[in-house]
C-alpha cells in the first residue's frame, strides 16, 4: 500500500529544510513541546508516517508518527536554489567570516559598514514566508548586488519563515544564525538611514512598484442579481479603453463554465471554484496585470483565501461588496432563481437557503438600486483612481499638467509638518501648480494645530481654524510626488513600509542641501526627477528639532528654520515664469 502524502504550507515548507539541514537543532521535528516549529495535518493523516511533498509532489522528508522527519532529497528547482547551502556547508566554506543577517536590501552607508569590518562578509538572506521586507527572490538580488562592491563577500539563502510572534521569531533568528555562523562572529546591522546603490534601488524599485504598476485583483462580491457581473464589466470596458492596465476578465459564470466544469452548487464546491478563481486571479497580479472577478464569493474565509493569495502573489486585493439588497435582487431575477430556491427546488441558493456572510473589509461598498451602470462604474473608477491604481484624467492628459504634490511628515502632525504645509501654501499662492499637505508618522488624530505654534502661526497672520492631523498612510505616501520629512527618523519610519518610494522621500533639510548641490536652472518636475538619482546624505544636521511643549524660544527657533527652509523649496518647485505669463 503506497505512504500516504501531504504537502505543506509554505511556512511548513520552510520550516521543514531547516529542520533537515539541522539549522533548528536541537529540534528534530514538528510539533515537539513548546516548540514554534508546527505542521497542521487533516484528521485522517494524524498518527500515520507520512511523505512531506513539495507543490509539485516531489518527496522530501519521511514524518513519523512522533512528528521527527528525515529527509529524502532536498527541493530541486527554484531560483538561487544554489544559494541554499547547510550549515555544515557554511561554516567549511567561509570559515573566519563576518556573518550578517539581512531581511532587507543594504544602502551604502549600511555597506560602508561592511567594507570597514577586518573579515570577509556573509550575507544571510532570511528567505522564509513573512521574514523578507522584500519578496525572497528581489532580497537574493539584492544581496548578490551589494556583495559586488563588498570584496570576498558572499550570500547564503536561509528560508527562515515567520511564526506570528515577534519575541519567538527573534530567538528562532539567533539559533539558525548560529548554526550557520558556528564560532564566527554575527553582525546585526542597526535601522541606519541612507540610499541604496543605483543597481539595488532599481530591484527594490522592481519589486516593490507603485499602485499604478503594482498587479491587482478587483473582486466584486455580492448576491445574485445585485448588478455586480454588470458593474464589473463596465469597468473593465472603461480600463481598456483608457488603455493604461492590461486587464483579465474572471466572470463567476464564465469561469463555471471553464475552469470549473463539473463543480455543483455545495458550499465545498462552491468554495473550491472562488479558490481557483482567487489563484488565477493572484498570478495575473503577480506580473502586474489587473484581474477584474465577480463570483458571488458568499463565505468570508475564502474570499480571505483568495486575499492572502493575492498578498503572498504581491499584488493588491481590492473589493467591492456589491450591497444591493435582497428584495431588490429578487424583483430583478428574469430567470426566476430566487422564486424556484423559494420553493425548495435549488438547495443551497445563497440568500434564502445558504448564507451570504457580508463582508466587514470591503474598499467599496455600494448598493446600485435606482443607479445607473455609468453612475455606478464611475464611483469604482473613482476609488480606484484615489488609490493610485489607475490615474486620473484622460488619457492624453499631460504629467507636466498635473500639480506637484508635496506631503510633509512629522510625528504627530500637530507642530511642525502644518506648520510647513500652511506656510508653504502662503509663500506658494495661487496657481503655484504645486499642492501640499501634512500628516504624522504617529500620535494624534483630528486634532487641532498645537498651542506651541499659534505665536508663530501669527506672526504671518497663518488661519489654522480648518487644520486637523491626521497620519502619514502607505496611500498618502503613494499619493505624493514628493515626501519631505522633518526629521531622519520619520523618513525612516515611512521607507519601512514603502521601501520602494525611497526615490522621493527626504528629510526637508535634505531636500533643501540637495537642490542646493545641482544645477540652479533645474526647478519643478525636473528638479525631482534629478533628485532620484543625486542626492546629499542624511545628516543630523538636517533635522529640525521638536518644539512640542518646549516653550517660545523653542517654537521661535523651529520657526525660523523650517521658513528658511520653505524659502528654497518654494523657489524650487514653482516654474519660472514665462514670457507673456501674469506677474
Same mark, same amino acid.
Given at each position: ?10 511556512? %511548513? ?72 547551502? =547547510? ?260 438547495? %443551497? ?8 456572510? %457580508? ?87 483630528? %486634532? ?24 502619514? =498612510? ?110
Amino acid at each position: 500500500m503506497p505512504t500516504p502524502q501531504h504537502c505543506p504550507s509554505p511556512r %511548513e515548507l520552510a520550516d521543514l529544510e531547516l529542520l533537515t539541514v539541522g539549522a533548528l537543532a536541537p529540534l528534530t521535528g514538528f510539533n515537539e513541546p513548546g516548540s514554534p516549529i508546527t505542521l497542521d495535518l487533516p484528521e485522517e493523516l494524524i498518527g500515520q508516517e507520512i511523505e512531506l511533498v513539495d507543490p509539485e509532489g516531489l518527496p522530501l522528508a519521511r514524518l513519523h508518527p512522533d512528528g521527527s522527519v528525515d529527509a529524502l532529497t532536498h527541493a530541486q528547482h527554484g531560483p538561487f536554489r544554489r544559494l541554499h547551502l =547547510t550549515p555544515s556547508q557554511v561554516r567549511e566554506q567561509y570559515a573566519g567570516a563576518t556573518f550578517v543577517p539581512v531581511v532587507d536590501a543594504l544602502t551604502e552607508v549600511e555597506l560602508d559598514q561592511l567594507r570597514a569590518l577586518p573579515t570577509s562578509v556573509v550575507l544571510l538572506a532570511l528567505t522564509g514566508p513573512g521574514t523578507p521586507e522584500l519578496s525572497p527572490v528581489a532580497l537574493l538580488r539584492a544581496s548578490l548586488a551589494a556583495v559586488a562592491r563588498v570584496p570576498g563577500a558572499g550570500v547564503v539563502a536561509v528560508p527562515l519563515a515567520a511564526h506570528g510572534d515577534t519575541q519567538v521569531d527573534h530567538e528562532l533568528g539567533v539559533r539558525v544564525t548560529a548554526a550557520y555562523a558556528g564560532p564566527d562572529p554575527v553582525l546585526a546591522l542597526g535601522d541606519v538611514d541612507g540610499d541604496y546603490p543605483d543597481d539595488v534601488a532599481a530591484i527594490v524599485a522592481a519589486d516593490q512598484p507603485g499602485p499604478e504598476r503594482r498587479g491587482l485583483v478587483l473582486f466584486f462580491t455580492g448576491l445574485s442579481g445585485s448588478g455586480k457581473s454588470t458593474v464589473a464589466q463596465a469597468v473593465i470596458d472603461a480600463l481598456l479603453e483608457s488603455g493604461e492596465r492590461t486587464v483579465t476578465s474572471l466572470d463567476g459564470d464564465v469561469v463555471r463554465r471553464n475552469l470549473s466544469a463539473g463543480l455543483t452548487f455545495s458550499r465545498e464546491d462552491r468554495e473550491t471554484n472562488i479558490r481557483r478563481i482567487g489563484w488565477v486571479a493572484a498570478e495575473i497580479s503577480r506580473h502586474g496585470g489587473v484581474a477584474v472577478c465577480s463570483p458571488i464569493a458568499p463565505f468570508d474565509a475564502t474570499r480571505q483565501d483568495v486575499r492572502t493569495m493575492t498578498d503572498a502573489a504581491g499584488g493588491a486585493f481590492f473589493l467591492v461588496h456589491v450591497a444591493t439588497p435582497l428584495e431588490e435582487c429578487e424583483r430583478r431575477d428574469r430567470k426566476g432563481l430566487y422564486a424556484k430556491a423559494r420553493r425548495g427546488e435549488i438547495p %443551497e441558493f445563497t440568500g434564502i437557503s445558504s448564507p451570504y456572510e %457580508e463582508p466587514a473589509d470591503a474598499d467599496l461598498r455600494m448598493d446600485t438600486t435606482g443607479r445607473s451602470i455609468d453612475d455606478c462604474r464611475d464611483e469604482v473608477i473613482q476609488a480606484l483612481t484615489k488609490r493610485g491604481y489607475i490615474s486620473s484624467g484622460s488619457p492624453d492628459e499631460s504629467e507636466d499638467a498635473a500639480p506637484i504634490r508635496v506631503l510633509f511628515v512629522c510625528t504627530a502632525n500637530i507642530c511642525r509638518s502644518p506648520y510647513l504645509e500652511l506656510r508653504a501654501r502662503q509663500l506658494l499662492g495661487p496657481g503655484s501648480g504645486v499642492e501640499v499637505s501634512s500628516a504624522g508618522t504617529r500620535g494624534f488624530d483630528a %486634532e487641532p494645530v498645537s498651542d506651541t505654534m499659534e505665536a508663530e502661526f501669527s506672526r504671518h497672520g497663518t488661519d489654522t481654524s480648518a487644520f486637523r492631523s491626521r497620519t502619514a =498612510t502607505a496611500d498618502l505616501v503613494d499619493q505624493a510626488d514628493l515626501v519631505l520629512t522633518a526629521e531622519a527618523d520619520h523618513r525612516t519610519r515611512l521607507l519601512e513600509d514603502r521601501p520602494a518610494a525611497f526615490r522621493k522621500i527626504f528629510t526637508l533639510g535634505q531636500f533643501v542641501a540637495s537642490a542646493r548641490a545641482v544645477d540652479p536652472a533645474l526647478r519643478g518636475r525636473d528638479l525631482l526627477t534629478a533628485l532620484e538619482h543625486r542626492r546629499v546624505p542624511v545628516s543630523p544636521d538636517h533635522d529640525i528639532p521638536d518644539p512640542y511643549r518646549r516653550g517660545p524660544a523653542q517654537a521661535r527657533q523651529a520657526a525660523v528654520t523650517m521658513d528658511a527652509m520653505l524659502e528654497v523649496l518654494v523657489d524650487r518647485l514653482r516654474p519660472i515664469p514665462q514670457v507673456g505669463d501674469p506677474t
